[in-house]
């Protein structure tokens, strides 16, 4: 039965109800019956005794013979349910009606006519015999204006209709319990309802979401707890979709770039094999251009290898102290050739003054050249490319500006996902230069940033802690 989140979502709403309101409702008739009802009833005929008690006192006879007393008695009339007792100064018994439980002679005894001796006006509640209905005993004194005690006003009442008045409002009380409970039952299962099914339909989506193709997602509605589980839901599948992407762009960028390395390289053999080895200025050309494959063939394979440790282990350091000024020139005279052979503007500012920091060299090389091969790589002949160094508030500041076409605001926030090029599909690269430049960056405690507007080439700043 409590097998489903509706089942105890619904046995818990109702439960509380089930154990507190019956208990609750019991007690509070419980309670105005004792505190409210029976005292309201006992000053009533306290009132009633005490007038009795005064007639009484016109006629002191009736307190010793008991036929004035039931004289007396009978000409006052007294409806029932209140039955009028007359007791002479010791609790004998002078008069009763006729169906008083006790005959006149009998004596008034126990703690409430001990309590009545003191002077003091006293009731009780009790159950008499076999009765099974409370009786209400009330005692009155009655003494002269000397102060002799003459006698004692006994009223009994028998209370059917104040308990049967009580067990129609524990009806009442019981009655309303089972119509509350009713609603509550059909209000707590209309949320119960309006919950599980949410969760029903995640739960569905979730066993047919496709494992390949476009994202599945749902509306985000319900409470917040479901909109947050269907948000996550969303989420999964959007990455999960972006890593397929991820994964087609690789292999899509594996194929392209190893295909056109090695079919340079097939190519360059086959001319040697053709007759181009007797040729000595040919034959070297040939070799060095096949060394230059070779080279990018193992970039390439080192970029993967990198990302495959970067998922596996945080990217290892070899710090040691690095003079900037000295090797940022040797680097720019390198990036500067490269520059001329593709008929590009270099410029480079770069202070006299840079500080030493405690960089690993070569992963520093790595990720300043991946920036440096963009600029270079997107930035049209006659264009310029600038290499420019400064120190601002502790921190190094390595810029590369280039005036290529920049980056398209849709590619902006991708820039930096694995194997993504957006706009540059048909490049050489596989999508890895970006993506390993912030990573050895953010390990060295630096960051990676980018600004860049269409048409009008893009800067990218890496910045470095002196500290």
Same mark, same amino acid.
């Given at each position: 039965m409590l097998g489903t989140f509706r089942s105890r979502l619904l046995v818990s709403m109702l439960l509380p109800f089930l154990l507190v309101a019956p208990i609750l409702g019991l007690a509070l008739t419980e309670l105005v019956e004792e505190r409210v009802l029976l005292p309201s009833l006992a000053q009533e005929m306290e009132d009633q005794g005490i007038l009795i008690a005064r007639l009484g006192l016109v006629r002191p006879e009736i307190w010793t013979d008991p036929?004035?007393?039931?004289?007396?008695?009978?000409?006052?009339?007294?409806?029932?349910?209140?039955?009028?007792?007359?007791?002479?100064?010791?609790? !004998?018994?002078?008069?009763?009606?006729?169906?008083?439980p006790s005959a006149p002679g009998s004596s008034a005894g126990g703690p409430l006519f001990e309590r009545a001796r003191q002077g003091e006006i006293v009731w009780q509640a009790t159950l008499r015999g076999t009765d099974p209905d409370v009786v209400l005993d009330v005692?009155?004194?009655? *003494?002269?204006?000397?102060?002799?005690?003459?006698?004692?006003?006994?009223?009994?009442?028998?209370?059917?209709?104040?308990?049967?008045?009580?067990?129609?409002?524990?009806?009442?009380?019981?009655? *309303?319990?089972?119509?509350?409970?009713?609603?509550?039952?059909l209000f707590g299962w209309i949320l119960v309802q309006s919950l599980g099914r949410p969760l029903q339909q995640v739960a569905r989506a979730m066993a047919e979401a496709p494992l390949e193709g476009p994202?599945? *997602?749902?509306?985000?509605?319900?409470?917040?707890?479901?909109?947050?589980?269907?948000?996550?839901? #969303? !989420?999964?599948?959007?990455? !999960?979709? $972006?890593? $397929? $992407?991820?994964r087609r762009l690789l292999l899509r960028s594996t194929v392209h770039e190893f295909g056109r390395l090695i079919g340079a390289l097939q190519a360059a053999l086959h001319a040697l094999q053709g007759g181009a080895i007797e040729a000595p200025d040919l034959r070297q050309e040939l070799l060095q251009g096949m060394s230059r494959v070779t080279g990018e063939l193992a970039r390439l394979l080192e970029d993967m290898a990198q990302i495959y440790r970067h998922t596996t282990a945080p990217l290892s350091l070899h710090r040691r102290p690095l003079a900037l000024g000295p090797w940022l020139r040797e680097h720019a005279a390198l990036w500067a050739g490269m520059a001329q052979e593709r008929a590009l503007h270099w410029r480079e500012e770069i202070p006299p003054d840079l500080p030493t920091l405690q960089v690993d060299p070569e992963r520093l090389a790595q990720a300043l050249g991946n920036l440096v091969d963009n600029a270079l790589k997107f930035t049209p002949a006659g264009g310029w490319v600038t290499l420019r160094t400064e120190?601002? #508030? !502790?921190?190094?500041?390595?810029?590369?500006q280039d005036t290529g076409p920049g980056i398209p605001p849709e590619d902006m926030q991708r820039l930096f996902e694995p194997f993504y090029r957006g706009s540059q599909e048909g490049r050489p690269g596989l999508g890895l230069g970006l993506f390993l430049a912030r990573i050895i960056v953010e390990s060295h405690g630096g960051r990676l940033e980018v600004e860049s507007r269409a048409g009008e080439g893009s800067c990218f700043t890496l910045i470095l802690p002196l500290g």
């Open positions: 036929g004035a007393a039931q004289a007396f008695l009978q000409a006052l009339a007294i409806r029932r349910p209140t039955q009028v007792l007359l007791l002479d100064a010791s609790g !004998r018994l002078l008069a009763a009606p006729e169906e008083a005692l009155v004194p009655v *003494t002269s204006d000397q102060g002799t005690r003459l006698g004692y006003v006994r009223l009994l009442r028998r209370l059917p209709d104040v308990t049967e008045g009580f067990r129609q409002v524990r009806h009442l009380v019981l009655g *309303t319990l089972g119509i509350g409970l009713a609603l509550s039952g994202a599945v *997602t749902l509306p985000e509605s319900g409470p917040q707890e479901v909109r947050r589980l269907i948000w996550t839901f #969303n !989420r999964l599948q959007i990455r !999960r979709a $972006e890593l $397929e $992407e991820a120190v601002r #508030n !502790r921190e190094v500041w390595i810029q590369v």
